[in-house]
Protein backbone atom coordinates (compact mmCIF):
# COMPACT_ATOMS: atom_id res chain seq x y z
CA UNK A 1 0.00 0.00 0.00
CA UNK A 2 1.27 3.22 -1.06
CA UNK A 3 0.66 6.32 1.09
CA UNK A 4 3.06 9.19 -0.80
CA UNK A 5 -0.28 11.03 -0.80
CA UNK A 6 -0.04 11.72 3.17
CA UNK A 7 3.45 13.16 2.37
CA UNK A 8 2.24 16.04 0.71
CA UNK A 9 4.48 18.28 3.19
CA UNK A 10 7.98 19.23 1.88
CA UNK A 11 9.44 18.28 5.18
CA UNK A 12 9.28 14.83 4.41
CA UNK A 13 11.35 15.25 1.30
CA UNK A 14 13.87 16.80 3.19
CA UNK A 15 13.72 14.30 6.23
CA UNK A 16 14.26 11.50 3.39
CA UNK A 17 17.16 13.68 1.82
CA UNK A 18 18.89 13.85 5.26
CA UNK A 19 18.12 9.87 6.16
CA UNK A 20 20.19 9.68 2.64
CA UNK A 21 22.86 11.66 2.89
CA UNK A 22 23.38 9.94 6.69
CA UNK A 23 22.96 6.34 5.38
CA UNK A 24 20.14 5.93 7.49
CA UNK A 25 16.45 4.70 7.15
CA UNK A 26 13.77 7.06 8.66
CA UNK A 27 9.89 6.51 9.08
CA UNK A 28 7.15 8.88 10.00
CA UNK A 29 5.40 7.03 13.03
CA UNK A 30 2.37 7.44 15.22
CA UNK A 31 -0.24 10.14 15.31
CA UNK A 32 0.71 11.52 12.31
CA UNK A 33 0.14 8.40 9.96
CA UNK A 34 -2.75 7.79 12.17
CA UNK A 35 -4.89 11.00 12.05
CA UNK A 36 -4.08 11.08 8.60
CA UNK A 37 -5.70 7.73 7.31
CA UNK A 38 -8.62 8.82 10.16
CA UNK A 39 -9.04 12.29 8.06
CA UNK A 40 -8.62 13.95 11.02
CA UNK A 41 -7.29 17.34 11.58
CA UNK A 42 -3.50 17.69 11.30
CA UNK A 43 -2.38 18.36 14.58
CA UNK A 44 0.92 20.07 13.97
CA UNK A 45 3.39 17.75 15.40
CA UNK A 46 4.86 14.73 13.67
CA UNK A 47 7.10 11.74 14.87
CA UNK A 48 9.91 10.42 12.98
CA UNK A 49 11.79 7.03 14.07
CA UNK A 50 15.33 6.54 12.39
CA UNK A 51 17.27 3.56 12.44
CA UNK A 52 20.26 5.15 13.90
CA UNK A 53 20.43 8.32 15.49
CA UNK A 54 17.23 10.54 15.89
CA UNK A 55 19.63 13.60 17.33
CA UNK A 56 22.09 13.01 13.72
CA UNK A 57 18.91 13.07 11.88
CA UNK A 58 17.64 16.16 12.95
CA UNK A 59 20.78 18.00 12.87
CA UNK A 60 21.09 17.06 8.85
CA UNK A 61 17.21 18.21 8.63
CA UNK A 62 18.28 21.24 9.79
CA UNK A 63 21.20 22.20 8.18
CA UNK A 64 18.62 20.99 4.48
CA UNK A 65 16.21 23.92 5.66
CA UNK A 66 17.14 27.53 4.76
CA UNK A 67 16.51 28.97 7.91
CA UNK A 68 18.50 26.15 9.75
CA UNK A 69 15.96 26.08 12.68
CA UNK A 70 16.96 25.67 16.26
CA UNK A 71 17.13 21.71 16.92
CA UNK A 72 16.58 21.13 20.48
CA UNK A 73 18.61 17.98 22.07
CA UNK A 74 17.27 15.59 24.65
CA UNK A 75 20.41 13.49 25.20
CA UNK A 76 18.95 11.68 28.26
CA UNK A 77 16.16 10.88 25.74
CA UNK A 78 18.30 10.53 22.79
CA UNK A 79 15.49 12.34 21.15
CA UNK A 80 15.89 15.55 19.20
CA UNK A 81 13.20 17.91 18.09
CA UNK A 82 12.93 21.22 15.82
CA UNK A 83 10.32 23.60 14.20
CA UNK A 84 10.02 23.37 10.88
CA UNK A 85 7.29 26.54 9.93
CA UNK A 86 4.40 25.86 12.43
CA UNK A 87 5.24 22.17 13.02
CA UNK A 88 6.68 20.26 15.38
CA UNK A 89 9.12 17.52 14.04
CA UNK A 90 10.67 14.84 16.65
CA UNK A 91 13.16 12.20 16.02
CA UNK A 92 13.91 9.69 18.48
CA UNK A 93 16.29 6.11 17.31
CA UNK A 94 14.40 2.97 16.46
CA UNK A 95 14.89 1.37 20.06
CA UNK A 96 13.95 -1.79 21.62
CA UNK A 97 12.49 -1.24 25.40
CA UNK A 98 12.54 -3.67 28.43
CA UNK A 99 11.02 -2.59 31.81
CA UNK A 100 11.30 -2.67 35.87
CA UNK A 101 8.34 -3.57 37.91
CA UNK A 102 8.93 -0.23 39.82
CA UNK A 103 9.29 2.57 36.77
CA UNK A 104 7.41 3.50 33.66
CA UNK A 105 10.78 5.12 32.58
CA UNK A 106 12.44 1.79 30.20
CA UNK A 107 16.00 0.41 30.07
CA UNK A 108 16.65 0.91 26.27
CA UNK A 109 18.63 -0.30 23.70
CA UNK A 110 18.64 0.21 20.22
CA UNK A 111 16.52 -1.63 17.98
CA UNK A 112 15.10 -2.54 14.54
CA UNK A 113 11.87 -0.62 13.50
CA UNK A 114 10.54 -3.71 14.03
CA UNK A 115 11.19 -3.46 18.23
CA UNK A 116 10.33 0.18 17.38
CA UNK A 117 6.97 -0.91 16.72
CA UNK A 118 6.57 -3.04 19.40
CA UNK A 119 7.06 -0.55 22.05
CA UNK A 120 4.70 1.65 20.82
CA UNK A 121 1.20 1.55 23.13
CA UNK A 122 -1.71 0.57 20.30
CA UNK A 123 -2.00 -0.83 17.11
CA UNK A 124 -3.54 1.88 15.47
CA UNK A 125 -0.22 4.05 16.87
CA UNK A 126 2.54 1.88 15.32
CA UNK A 127 1.84 2.38 11.68
CA UNK A 128 4.88 3.61 9.85
CA UNK A 129 5.36 5.54 6.68
CA UNK A 130 8.65 4.94 4.44
CA UNK A 131 10.66 8.08 3.89
CA UNK A 132 13.85 5.33 2.36
CA UNK A 133 14.16 6.28 -1.34
CA UNK A 134 13.26 2.77 -2.27
CA UNK A 135 10.15 2.27 -0.13
CA UNK A 136 9.01 6.02 -0.20
CA UNK A 137 5.50 5.95 0.76
CA UNK A 138 5.32 2.46 1.86
CA UNK A 139 3.03 1.88 4.97
CA UNK A 140 4.46 -0.57 7.45
CA UNK A 141 2.11 -2.10 9.51
CA UNK A 142 2.95 -4.92 10.92
CA UNK A 143 0.10 -5.44 13.61
CA UNK A 144 -2.84 -4.68 11.10
CA UNK A 145 -3.10 -1.12 12.52
CA UNK A 146 -5.20 -0.20 9.04
CA UNK A 147 -7.62 -2.63 9.71
CA UNK A 148 -7.90 -1.82 13.50
CA UNK A 149 -8.43 1.67 12.51
CA UNK A 150 -11.08 0.52 10.32
CA UNK A 151 -12.84 -1.36 12.70
CA UNK A 152 -12.89 1.27 15.10
CA UNK A 153 -10.76 -0.83 17.76
CA UNK A 154 -8.07 -0.07 20.09
CA UNK A 155 -5.40 -2.89 20.74
CA UNK A 156 -2.26 -3.26 21.80
CA UNK A 157 1.01 -5.13 19.42
CA UNK A 158 1.87 -7.04 22.57
CA UNK A 159 0.59 -8.93 25.04
CA UNK A 160 -1.76 -6.35 26.83
CA UNK A 161 -1.30 -7.53 30.50
CA UNK A 162 2.46 -6.73 29.98
CA UNK A 163 2.00 -3.60 27.70
CA UNK A 164 -0.45 -1.77 30.37
CA UNK A 165 2.17 -3.08 33.44
CA UNK A 166 5.23 -1.98 31.65
CA UNK A 167 4.02 1.07 31.72
CA UNK A 168 0.32 1.85 33.43
CA UNK A 169 -0.22 5.17 31.47
CA UNK A 170 -1.46 3.54 28.41
CA UNK A 171 -4.59 2.18 30.77
CA UNK A 172 -5.53 6.11 30.10
CA UNK A 173 -4.66 6.35 27.03
CA UNK A 174 -6.16 3.70 25.72
CA UNK A 175 -9.41 5.36 27.29
CA UNK A 176 -8.55 8.57 26.09
CA UNK A 177 -7.96 7.56 22.29
CA UNK A 178 -11.52 5.76 22.64
CA UNK A 179 -13.13 8.96 23.90
CA UNK A 180 -11.41 11.46 20.92
CA UNK A 181 -11.76 8.55 18.19
CA UNK A 182 -15.25 7.02 19.42
CA UNK A 183 -13.45 3.74 19.48
CA UNK A 184 -14.11 0.53 21.17
CA UNK A 185 -11.33 -0.99 23.16
CA UNK A 186 -10.49 -4.45 22.64
CA UNK A 187 -11.78 -6.80 25.21
CA UNK A 188 -8.75 -8.28 26.16
CA UNK A 189 -7.49 -4.86 26.71
CA UNK A 190 -10.42 -3.79 29.05
CA UNK A 191 -9.84 -7.19 30.85
CA UNK A 192 -5.99 -6.13 31.00
CA UNK A 193 -6.81 -2.92 32.79
CA UNK A 194 -8.62 -4.03 34.57
CA UNK A 195 -6.48 -6.53 36.20
CA UNK A 196 -3.83 -4.39 36.14
CA UNK A 197 -5.39 -0.87 37.62
CA UNK A 198 -3.58 -0.89 40.56
CA UNK A 199 -0.57 -0.14 38.63
CA UNK A 200 -1.96 3.40 38.28
CA UNK A 201 -0.10 4.14 41.69
CA UNK A 202 3.21 5.00 39.73
CA UNK A 203 1.38 7.42 37.82
CA UNK A 204 1.90 11.21 38.46
CA UNK A 205 -1.23 13.06 39.49
CA UNK A 206 -0.07 15.26 36.29
CA UNK A 207 -0.19 12.93 33.95
CA UNK A 208 -3.35 11.08 35.00
CA UNK A 209 -4.84 14.55 34.53
CA UNK A 210 -3.52 15.56 31.17
CA UNK A 211 -5.33 12.25 30.08
CA UNK A 212 -8.25 13.26 32.05
CA UNK A 213 -8.21 16.56 30.45
CA UNK A 214 -8.25 15.01 27.46
CA UNK A 215 -11.18 13.25 27.32
CA UNK A 216 -12.88 16.15 29.25
CA UNK A 217 -11.79 18.00 25.94
CA UNK A 218 -13.87 15.38 23.48
CA UNK A 219 -17.41 15.61 22.77
CA UNK A 220 -18.82 12.97 24.91
CA UNK A 221 -16.77 12.38 27.90
CA UNK A 222 -19.00 10.03 29.25
CA UNK A 223 -17.40 7.37 26.91
CA UNK A 224 -14.34 7.80 28.57
CA UNK A 225 -15.73 8.28 32.08
CA UNK A 226 -17.54 5.07 31.71
CA UNK A 227 -14.71 3.16 30.94
CA UNK A 228 -12.93 4.47 33.57
CA UNK A 229 -15.72 3.40 35.58
CA UNK A 230 -15.91 -0.04 34.50
CA UNK A 231 -12.23 -1.15 34.66
CA UNK A 232 -12.37 -0.08 38.26
CA UNK A 233 -9.76 3.14 37.27
CA UNK A 234 -12.16 5.98 37.96
CA UNK A 235 -12.33 4.10 41.74
CA UNK A 236 -8.66 5.14 42.54
CA UNK A 237 -8.61 8.53 40.57
CA UNK A 238 -11.97 10.25 41.91
CA UNK A 239 -13.26 8.03 44.28
CA UNK A 240 -15.62 11.42 45.13
CA UNK A 241 -17.51 10.21 41.54
CA UNK A 242 -18.18 6.86 41.99
CA UNK A 243 -19.56 7.48 45.85
CA UNK A 244 -22.49 8.74 44.02
CA UNK A 245 -23.05 5.59 41.89
CA UNK A 246 -25.99 3.93 43.71
CA UNK A 247 -29.63 4.53 44.66
CA UNK A 248 -31.49 4.05 47.74
CA UNK A 249 -34.46 3.30 48.77
CA UNK A 250 -36.51 3.97 52.01
CA UNK A 251 -40.29 3.54 52.35
CA UNK A 252 -41.03 3.60 48.75
CA UNK A 253 -38.51 7.24 48.44
CA UNK A 254 -35.29 6.43 45.90
CA UNK A 255 -33.42 9.81 44.82
CA UNK A 256 -31.67 9.69 41.38
CA UNK A 257 -28.69 7.99 40.64
CA UNK A 258 -25.79 10.84 40.55
CA UNK A 259 -23.15 9.14 38.97
CA UNK A 260 -25.17 8.70 35.93
CA UNK A 261 -26.85 11.74 36.67
CA UNK A 262 -23.00 14.02 36.67
CA UNK A 263 -22.09 12.16 33.32
CA UNK A 264 -25.09 13.29 31.49
CA UNK A 265 -24.79 16.97 32.59
CA UNK A 266 -20.95 16.39 31.19
CA UNK A 267 -21.92 15.33 27.76
CA UNK A 268 -24.65 18.04 28.20
CA UNK A 269 -22.32 20.99 29.00
CA UNK A 270 -20.14 20.35 25.65
CA UNK A 271 -22.01 21.83 23.17
CA UNK A 272 -22.19 25.34 24.99
CA UNK A 273 -18.25 25.58 26.48
CA UNK A 274 -14.75 24.83 25.75
CA UNK A 275 -13.69 25.62 28.78
CA UNK A 276 -12.00 22.15 30.38
CA UNK A 277 -12.67 23.94 33.53
CA UNK A 278 -16.33 24.73 33.35
CA UNK A 279 -16.67 21.02 32.39
CA UNK A 280 -14.47 19.97 35.12
CA UNK A 281 -17.38 22.28 37.12
CA UNK A 282 -19.60 20.44 35.52
CA UNK A 283 -17.79 16.73 36.91
CA UNK A 284 -17.55 17.80 40.37
CA UNK A 285 -20.77 19.43 40.94
CA UNK A 286 -22.60 16.99 42.65
CA UNK A 287 -19.39 14.91 44.34
CA UNK A 288 -21.02 16.18 48.32
CA UNK A 289 -24.30 14.66 47.57
CA UNK A 290 -22.64 11.32 49.14
CA UNK A 291 -21.52 12.12 52.11
CA UNK A 292 -24.56 14.39 53.07
CA UNK A 293 -26.99 12.06 51.96
CA UNK A 294 -29.70 11.87 54.18
CA UNK A 295 -33.39 10.38 54.62
CA UNK A 296 -36.33 11.47 56.85
CA UNK A 297 -39.97 10.79 56.63
CA UNK A 298 -41.24 14.53 56.12
CA UNK A 299 -38.65 15.60 53.36
CA UNK A 300 -37.43 11.97 52.29
CA UNK A 301 -34.01 12.41 50.75
CA UNK A 302 -31.73 15.23 51.48
CA UNK A 303 -28.52 16.81 50.24
CA UNK A 304 -28.20 19.48 52.69
CA UNK A 305 -24.74 21.67 52.39
CA UNK A 306 -24.19 19.60 49.82
CA UNK A 307 -22.94 22.35 47.51
CA UNK A 308 -20.57 24.09 50.31
CA UNK A 309 -19.30 20.54 51.65
CA UNK A 310 -18.55 19.83 47.21
CA UNK A 311 -16.62 23.38 47.04
CA UNK A 312 -14.01 21.65 50.11
CA UNK A 313 -13.55 18.21 48.34
CA UNK A 314 -12.92 20.15 44.81
CA UNK A 315 -10.04 21.21 46.60
CA UNK A 316 -8.65 17.88 48.03
CA UNK A 317 -9.08 16.74 44.75
CA UNK A 318 -6.93 19.01 43.29
CA UNK A 319 -4.31 18.71 46.05
CA UNK A 320 -3.92 14.79 45.66
CA UNK A 321 -3.88 14.67 41.79
CA UNK A 322 -1.33 17.54 41.40
CA UNK A 323 -3.57 19.98 39.67
CA UNK A 324 -3.26 23.88 39.60
CA UNK A 325 -3.92 25.18 43.30
CA UNK A 326 -4.71 28.57 41.41
CA UNK A 327 -8.06 30.59 40.26
CA UNK A 328 -8.83 27.62 38.11
CA UNK A 329 -9.64 25.65 41.63
CA UNK A 330 -11.27 28.56 42.86
CA UNK A 331 -13.60 29.04 39.84
CA UNK A 332 -14.09 25.26 39.71
CA UNK A 333 -15.15 26.02 43.65
CA UNK A 334 -17.32 28.82 42.76
CA UNK A 335 -19.32 26.77 40.53
CA UNK A 336 -19.95 24.16 42.58
CA UNK A 337 -20.86 25.90 45.92
CA UNK A 338 -23.19 27.95 43.56
CA UNK A 339 -24.34 24.99 41.30
CA UNK A 340 -27.88 24.88 43.01
CA UNK A 341 -28.70 28.74 43.03
CA UNK A 342 -30.25 29.29 39.48
CA UNK A 343 -32.33 26.40 40.02
CA UNK A 344 -33.92 27.09 43.17
CA UNK A 345 -34.10 30.59 41.55
CA UNK A 346 -36.24 29.11 38.38
CA UNK A 347 -38.51 26.74 40.21
CA UNK A 348 -40.05 30.07 41.47
CA UNK A 349 -41.35 33.14 39.82
CA UNK A 350 -37.91 34.95 38.52
CA UNK A 351 -37.73 37.89 40.90
CA UNK A 352 -35.29 40.81 40.08
CA UNK A 353 -34.20 40.66 43.56
CA UNK A 354 -33.18 37.21 43.45
CA UNK A 355 -31.42 37.71 39.66
CA UNK A 356 -29.35 40.75 41.43
CA UNK A 357 -28.36 38.72 44.34
CA UNK A 358 -27.16 36.03 41.58
CA UNK A 359 -25.09 38.19 39.73
CA UNK A 360 -24.01 40.08 42.78
CA UNK A 361 -22.57 36.63 44.02
CA UNK A 362 -21.59 34.81 40.81
CA UNK A 363 -19.68 38.29 39.38
CA UNK A 364 -18.31 37.85 36.05
CA UNK A 365 -19.02 34.13 36.20
CA UNK A 366 -22.31 34.01 36.10
CA UNK A 367 -23.04 33.56 32.53
CA UNK A 368 -20.67 30.39 32.91
CA UNK A 369 -22.60 29.25 36.11
CA UNK A 370 -26.41 29.62 33.79
CA UNK A 371 -24.12 27.22 31.55
CA UNK A 372 -23.67 24.90 34.17
CA UNK A 373 -26.95 24.88 35.58
CA UNK A 374 -29.36 24.52 32.19
CA UNK A 375 -26.69 21.12 31.81
CA UNK A 376 -27.49 20.11 35.25
CA UNK A 377 -30.98 19.76 33.73
CA UNK A 378 -31.35 16.15 32.84
CA UNK A 379 -34.88 15.52 33.91
CA UNK A 380 -37.11 13.09 31.56
CA UNK A 381 -40.16 14.37 32.48
CA UNK A 382 -40.84 16.57 29.76
CA UNK A 383 -43.29 19.26 31.42
CA UNK A 384 -40.67 20.19 34.27
CA UNK A 385 -37.39 19.72 31.19
CA UNK A 386 -39.63 22.74 29.49
CA UNK A 387 -40.33 24.80 32.58
CA UNK A 388 -37.20 24.88 33.67
CA UNK A 389 -35.18 26.03 30.42
CA UNK A 390 -37.54 28.71 29.80
CA UNK A 391 -37.16 29.66 33.06
CA UNK A 392 -33.87 30.07 32.83
CA UNK A 393 -34.19 32.09 29.60
CA UNK A 394 -36.08 34.19 31.82
CA UNK A 395 -33.06 34.76 34.21
CA UNK A 396 -30.83 34.70 31.62
CA UNK A 397 -32.75 37.76 30.33
CA UNK A 398 -33.16 39.17 33.32
CA UNK A 399 -29.66 39.34 34.04
CA UNK A 400 -28.84 41.55 31.13
CA UNK A 401 -32.12 44.19 32.49
CA UNK A 402 -30.65 44.21 35.86
CA UNK A 403 -27.35 44.13 34.90
CA UNK A 404 -27.22 47.50 32.69
CA UNK A 405 -29.45 49.14 35.64
CA UNK A 406 -27.30 48.00 38.77
CA UNK A 407 -23.93 47.21 37.39
CA UNK A 408 -23.58 44.87 40.56
CA UNK A 409 -21.64 42.38 38.38
CA UNK A 410 -18.41 43.99 39.63
CA UNK A 411 -20.31 45.87 42.65
CA UNK A 412 -18.57 49.31 43.61
CA UNK A 413 -20.53 50.82 46.70
CA UNK A 414 -22.14 54.33 45.18
CA UNK A 415 -21.36 56.00 48.46
CA UNK A 416 -17.90 55.49 49.95
CA UNK A 417 -17.00 54.40 53.40
CA UNK A 418 -14.59 57.77 53.66
CA UNK A 419 -17.90 59.90 52.68
CA UNK A 420 -20.05 58.37 55.23
CA UNK A 421 -17.39 59.31 57.94
CA UNK A 422 -17.16 62.62 56.98
CA UNK A 423 -21.13 62.88 56.99
CA UNK A 424 -22.00 61.81 60.32
CA UNK A 425 -17.82 62.99 61.53
CA UNK A 426 -17.37 59.32 62.31
CA UNK A 427 -14.02 57.53 62.68
CA UNK A 428 -13.72 54.25 61.31
CA UNK A 429 -16.20 51.98 63.01
CA UNK A 430 -19.49 49.33 63.27
CA UNK A 431 -21.86 52.05 62.33
CA UNK A 432 -19.71 52.25 58.91
CA UNK A 433 -19.74 49.08 58.25
CA UNK A 434 -23.40 48.04 58.70
CA UNK A 435 -24.06 51.75 56.70
CA UNK A 436 -22.58 50.35 53.76
CA UNK A 437 -24.12 46.64 54.22
CA UNK A 438 -27.39 48.51 54.57
CA UNK A 439 -26.63 50.51 51.18
CA UNK A 440 -26.12 46.94 49.36
CA UNK A 441 -28.95 45.06 50.60
CA UNK A 442 -31.05 48.01 49.32
CA UNK A 443 -29.52 47.96 46.08
CA UNK A 444 -29.74 44.12 45.77
CA UNK A 445 -33.12 43.74 47.27
CA UNK A 446 -34.18 46.88 44.52
CA UNK A 447 -35.19 49.50 47.25
CA UNK A 448 -33.04 51.86 45.79
CA UNK A 449 -30.99 52.28 42.27
CA UNK A 450 -27.13 51.46 42.41
CA UNK A 451 -26.89 55.45 42.11
CA UNK A 452 -25.20 58.00 44.49
CA UNK A 453 -28.29 60.23 45.41
CA UNK A 454 -30.41 57.75 46.40
CA UNK A 455 -27.20 56.15 48.07
CA UNK A 456 -26.90 59.33 50.06
CA UNK A 457 -30.45 60.17 50.85
CA UNK A 458 -31.14 56.03 52.30
CA UNK A 459 -27.64 56.78 54.40
CA UNK A 460 -29.30 59.71 56.26
CA UNK A 461 -32.40 58.02 57.00
CA UNK A 462 -30.84 55.01 58.12
CA UNK A 463 -28.83 57.23 59.89
CA UNK A 464 -30.98 58.95 61.92
CA UNK A 465 -32.59 55.79 62.66
CA UNK A 466 -29.16 54.47 64.59
CA UNK A 467 -29.26 58.16 66.15
CA UNK A 468 -26.41 59.24 64.03
CA UNK A 469 -25.98 63.64 64.13
CA UNK A 470 -24.97 64.95 60.75
CA UNK A 471 -21.92 67.05 60.94
CA UNK A 472 -22.20 71.04 60.11
CA UNK A 473 -19.62 71.19 57.76
P1 LIG B 1 -1.95 12.87 20.12
O1 LIG B 1 -0.73 13.70 19.86
O2 LIG B 1 -3.13 13.15 19.31
O3 LIG B 1 -2.25 12.76 21.56
P2 LIG B 1 -0.22 10.71 19.39
O4 LIG B 1 -0.53 9.32 18.94
O5 LIG B 1 0.60 11.55 18.51
O6 LIG B 1 -1.62 11.36 19.68
P3 LIG B 1 1.72 11.20 21.40
O7 LIG B 1 1.55 11.20 22.88
O8 LIG B 1 2.06 12.47 20.73
O9 LIG B 1 0.39 10.56 20.82
O10 LIG B 1 2.81 10.09 21.09
C1 LIG B 1 3.32 9.88 19.78
C2 LIG B 1 3.48 8.40 19.54
O11 LIG B 1 4.36 7.84 20.50
C3 LIG B 1 2.20 7.58 19.69
O12 LIG B 1 1.48 7.54 18.49
C4 LIG B 1 2.72 6.23 20.09
O13 LIG B 1 3.18 5.51 18.96
C5 LIG B 1 3.92 6.56 20.92
N1 LIG B 1 3.63 6.64 22.36
C6 LIG B 1 3.33 7.75 23.07
N2 LIG B 1 3.15 7.46 24.36
C7 LIG B 1 3.36 6.15 24.49
C8 LIG B 1 3.34 5.23 25.58
N3 LIG B 1 3.06 5.64 26.81
N4 LIG B 1 3.65 3.94 25.33
C9 LIG B 1 3.93 3.53 24.10
N5 LIG B 1 3.94 4.32 23.04
C10 LIG B 1 3.67 5.62 23.21
MG1 LIG C 1 1.32 13.53 18.98
Known amino acids: MNYTKALNNPIF ?9 LNLESYVIGGFVR ?9 KDIDVVALGSGIELALK ?3 LIPNKPKVQVFKNYGTAMLRYKDIDIEFVGARKESYLQESRNPIVENGTLEDDQNRRDFTINALAISLNKATYGDLIDPFNGLEDLQNKCIKTP ?9 DPLRMMRAIRFATQLNFDIEQESLIAIERNKERLNIISGERIVDELNKILSTDKPSIGFLHLYKTGLLELI ?4 TALNNVEEVEGHTHKNNFYHTLEVVDNICPNTEDVWLRWAALLHDIGKAPTKKFNKKQGWTFHGHEFLGGKMAKKIFERLHMPLNNKLKFVQKMVIMSSRPIVLAQDTVTDSAVRRLVFDAGDDVDDLMTLCEADITTKNPTKFKKYHNNFDIVRKKIIEVEEKDHVRQFQPPISGEEIMQLFNLKPSREIGMLKEAVKEAILDGKIPNEYEAAYEFVLSRAQKLGLQKADN
Request: charged share 30%; proline share 6%.
Open 238 to 241: LPEL
Open 35 to 43: DFILERDFK
Open 61 to 63: VSE
Open 13 to 21: KIIAQAGQE
Open 158 to 166: LNPDITYSD
